[in-house]
């Protein structure tokens, strides 16, 4: 006769206890002491070994409980174990001696589930995956120029003034883009500025021409970081929050709630938030511009022997109104490239709880993206335009 | 271990206020181990408000809550995770945990709370998920299976730890008449084969009367409690009218 026992670990009350006889060609389980999740469990196969089950040959297994204590899962658990023994010994399991109440919950344990489990995918072949990947590029980028076309045929819409738009919506994203954005525009426009006249500075002094550093903030700010970095701000601040509020709207099933009244979810929530970047970018990058050539000069007149009136005198001679058009230019297309990447990215939200997380990251990732390529792109134009 | 004694739990002259709102004044009431303790109410009434003071997620405003003569002490680590282990909630929504697949929802109860081996945790785990039908759905995830078997899967992590008392909250919202039904069936087998108390909010009446053994109602016009026990006996004698129109589903008072 074998027995297992686990270590006492509470003087209160006995061990889980569960030992092994033989009578007439059947094994006996008989169980005993107080089994608990919190002690550490018994397991069957330790109790039983090869010679139990011959010499002579056993054919049934039943236990005795009558001296069986308090007792919970741990034990469902180890009765589980008997069980899958017996099937695999292909031994006859009587349980009726045990507890009414262990058998209920035995019986509800094996009910086979009302829906069968289905198969768990294949692993696929890298070719396949390949292909995979391929076409869901391609869904990407029709989905992506669905919605564009969505949102051209509301504007079209618009100008016809037959919209469903809420101008209430579009002030508010007015205004979380223009008094909102400003401490965070104003701050990175700033250092901006001035690390474009540290490096002016460092670079030009070597040839002695560190007064041209405030032609490369000129042009620096106007041209290109001025629009980029109020870009890149937006993408984060203001893209994120377009596809986390639209994501959001989408799993509480209030843009579905939209679809089935007749009234196009792009039309009402899509168009105010575009409309509304698209207005407040050029100012923004304004504004930007006037506080990055402000850090730029601070530099450059605090490192060199230069005025501020001469700072400004000398840009004015190299820059012109086409920079600072181009760089509002920039704004503007960098405003409709974010608006459209948090938006199509909000309406394009899972159903799941991380699906919000992930548009909001894919709205700024994709954002920023485009307005990268875009300046890139912006930049080539000009140079061949020769402007 | 606890007084067996002792109720399970024993609420005195609480409070509850969402700021400066009172919702309800003055409930007095104890659970009795071993008993289906239904809490309804209208919408609005502070079922739930309830319910999120006895899971401790609220702090009673005044009044106190013992859970088997103890205090459910926030701050008291020791006093928190003795208490915790022996309940287990239900939540509406399942809020099954969505970044973790069925197993590991229910496992992590089992890791927190007990010293069990991987291997043990697996088949308890196992054990668990098949008590409530779902053998075989271990590797799925929460957003991989439909809204009943999420909330059956959440009451597997529900009873992990076999708790002493469950909470349920609007157990058969969502839930089609049959597998509501089930899951009153699965009520009753857990209360026979276990001992366990179970205290639930609904206002689902077919379920009140099939499986309460005591039923406490919360009238949002008197802010308080108006009636305590066996719902049958409330519906025969009901000691007012909000309570007789709610168990009679009907909208006018008695003639």
């Known amino acids: 006769m074998r027995t297992v026992q686990a270590a006492p670990d509470d003087l209160n009350t006995s061990a889980p206890l569960a030992e092994l006889r033989r009578e007439h060609g059947a094994l006996v389980v008989v169980l005993s002491g107080e089994w608990s999740l919190s002690r550490s469990p018994l397991r069957f196969e330790t109790l039983v070994t090869r010679d139990a089950l011959t010499a002579p040959k056993v054919h049934s297994l039943r236990f005795d409980a009558t001296d069986l204590g308090r007792w919970d899962s741990s034990l469902l658990v ?133 007064y041209y550093a405030s032609y490369l903030v000129g042009f620096g700010m106007l041209r290109e970081m001025g629009a980029l970095m109020t870009g890149i701000i937006m993408a984060g601040r203001t893209g ?148 | 271990m606890s007084d067996q004694n002792e109720p399970a739990i024993d609420v005195s002259n609480l409070t509850m206020r969402y700021g400066d709102l009172v919702i309800m004044n003055d409930l007095n009431f104890s659970i009795e181990r071993g008993e289906i303790f239904v809490i309804m109410g209208g919408s609005g009434s502070g079922k739930s408000t309830l319910l999120k003071h006895l899971i401790g997620l609220k702090k009673p405003a005044e009044g106190t809550i013992l859970f088997s003569g103890e205090k459910f002490d926030l701050e008291n680590d020791a006093s928190r995770h003795r208490i915790l282990r022996d309940m287990g909630v239900l939540f509406q929504s399942g809020a099954l945990w969505s970044g973790l697949t069925l197993a590991e929802n229910v496992a992590l109860p089992l890791e927190e709370f007990t010293e069990l081996d991987a291997r043990s945790i697996a088949e308890v785990v196992s054990f668990k998920l098949a ?63 276990f001992g366990t108390t179970i205290v639930i909010v609904t206002h689902d009446l077919e379920s009140i009367f099939r499986i309460a053994d005591r039923a406490l109602f919360l009238d949002i016009s008197k802010k308080t409690m108006t009636a305590l026990g066996p719902p049958a006996e409330l519906r025969d004698n009901p000691p007012s009218d909000e309570v007789h129109r709610f168990l009679t589903r009907s909208s006018d008072g008695p003639a």
């Open chain 1, 78 to 210: 180890f009765l589980e174990q008997v069980r899958q023994f017996c099937e695999a010994e292909q031994l006859e399991l009587d349980v009726s001696t045990l507890p009414e109440q262990i058998n209920r919950l035995l019986v509800l344990s094996q009910a086979v589930p009302e829906r069968a489990t289905p198969k768990e995918p294949a692993t696929e072949s890298r070719l396949t995956q390949l292909g995979h990947a391929g076409l869901r590029s391609w869904a990407t980028v029709q989905s992506a120029l669905s919605f564009l076309g969505d949102v051209a045929l509301a504007v079209t819409k618009l100008a016809r003034g037959t919209a469903h738009m809420r101008w209430r919506e579009f002030w508010v994203v007015v205004q979380s883009n223009s008094s909102g954005a400003l401490p965070i525009v104003t701050l990175i426009a700033l250092l901006v500025g001035v690390i474009i006249a540290f490096l002016g500075v460092v670079v030009l002094e070597r040839f002695g021409a560190g």
């Open chain 1, 240 to 387: 994120a929050g377009f596809a986390a509020e639209l994501g959001s709207m989408k799993i509480s099933e209030e843009i579905d709630a939209f679809v089935t009244l007749g009234v196009s979810p792009v039309e009402h929530l899509v168009l105010p938030r575009m409309l509304g970047i698209f207005f407040m970018m050029p100012l923004l990058t304004l504004y930007a511009d006037f506080v990055g050539i402000l850090g730029g000069m601070a530099v450059t007149v605090s490192l060199l022997d230069v005025s501020t009136t001469q700072f400004v005198g000398g840009m004015l001679t190299a820059v012109t109104m086409v920079d600072a058009v181009l760089g509002l230019l920039k704004g503007v297309v960098f405003g409709v490239l974010i608006g459209f990447a948090g938006c199509w990215k909000g309406l394009e939200t899972g159903s799941d709880a991380g699906a919000v997380g992930r548009a909001a990251t894919s709205a700024v990732v994709v954002g920023i993206t485009l307005i990268i390529v875009a300046n890139a792109v912006i930049d080539w134009l000009a140079a061949l335009l020769k402007i």
């Open chain 2, 131 to 193: 008590l409530v039908g779902l053998r075989g759905f271990e590797t799925f995830y929460p957003s991989a299976i439909s809204g009943g078997m999420r909330k059956r899967a959440a009451l597997a992590r529900a009873l992990a730890l076999d708790p002493a008392v469950l909470f349920f909250d609007e157990p058969s919202s969502g839930l089609d008449p049959i597998s509501a039904s089930r899951l009153d069936d699965l009520i009753l087998e857990l209360k026979a084969s």
